[in-house]
């Protein structure tokens, strides 16, 4: 091996671990940011639950609570990066896999893919509202979906895309329930470096708030697969109105109580995957 091939090799090794680095980097803020989101949608879904129905409890609301902070919109920006930097790590995933024995399997590639579209979307909408558009990422999540569904049953068989639509969101929703409580999150961790006490804390954060994240997107769901038998746009619910049918049911405003700690909770958690998430 001649001396131009070891400085070749060199300096592809040295390329790949600067990129890895700032995968590693762009994934831990984008889990940051996740986190705050959901940190201030349970915030405020428990405000709702105990009697200030003012407020928004969705991403929109986070942004807005946000924007009223000292220094809001460096807080904005901040914010967005992050979730770019989650949706660059996701687009890494699918282009060359994941981390673990299975990450190149086609079809973890592909739920990759599909995230880092959410992620970017959700990014776009973010850095949007800190720009200035205050209808982009602070607009009404009720009102984007009713707004959607009413075009989408436009659509010829727009019943059945709709219906097929709100029956895939229940089914992921369950999905996400059920792995977090089968904690399955485990296998991602880097658990040689964590103590028993902060294994129990990740287990008590990632089970408590990745079963109320999952509650929350099955019932989005069922509300939308109930827009489409009743061919009514208006039944269709985001975030907010979701959570707020959570206290109409016979276990009244508690059971609201009980996701928005989770989300609360599911908060903490991505926190805690910023911290010992294997990358």
């Not at 671990?17 to 349970?42: E, H, K, P, Q």
């Not at 959700?122 to 607009?139: E, I, T």
């Not at 068989?157 to 029956?167: D, E």
Request: overall charge positive; proline content about 2%; charged content about 20%.
């Amino acid at each position: 091996m001649n001396a131009r091939t070891v400085t070749v090799r060199g300096r592809a090794n040295a390329r790949r671990a600067a990129n890895g680095s700032v995968v590693d980097t762009a994934a831990r803020w984008g889990f940051v940011a996740r986190g705050v989101i959901y940190l201030l949608v349970g915030v405020l879904a428990l405000h709702i639950a105990f009697g200030g129905g003012g407020r928004q409890a969705d991403r929109g609301g986070a942004l807005a609570e946000l924007a009223g902070q000292p220094f809001g919109a460096v807080l904005l920006w901040a914010l967005g990066a992050g979730l770019v930097g989650m949706a660059l790590w996701r687009l890494s995933e699918a282009l060359f896999g994941a981390s673990g024995p299975d990450g190149h399997k086609t079809g973890k590639r592909l739920l990759s893919g599909g995230r880092c579209l959410f992620y970017g979307f959700v990014a776009y909408s973010v850095l949007a509202f800190a720009a200035g558009d205050r209808g982009s990422g602070g607009g009404s999540s009720d009102q984007q979906s009713r707004d959607v569904t009413a075009r989408a049953l436009e659509a010829p068989g727009g019943q059945w895309i709709v219906g097929l639509a709100g029956v895939g969101i229940a089914v992921a929703g369950t999905w996400v329930a059920v792995r977090a409580a089968l904690r399955k999150y485990r296998k991602h961790l880097k658990r040689s470096g964590m103590s028993h006490r902060a294994r129990r804390f990740v287990d008590v954060t990632g089970v408590g708030g990745g079963v109320a994240r999952g509650a929350l997107f099955a019932a989005i769901g069922v509300f939308v697969v109930r827009a489409a038998i009743e061919y009514e746009p208006d039944q269709a619910k985001g975030f907010d109105d979701t959570l707020r049918s959570f206290a109409d049911t016979p276990a009244g405003p508690w059971l609201l109580v009980l996701v928005a700690a989770g989300l609360v909770l599911f908060g903490v958690f991505s926190f805690a995957m910023a911290r010992w998430r294997r990358v």
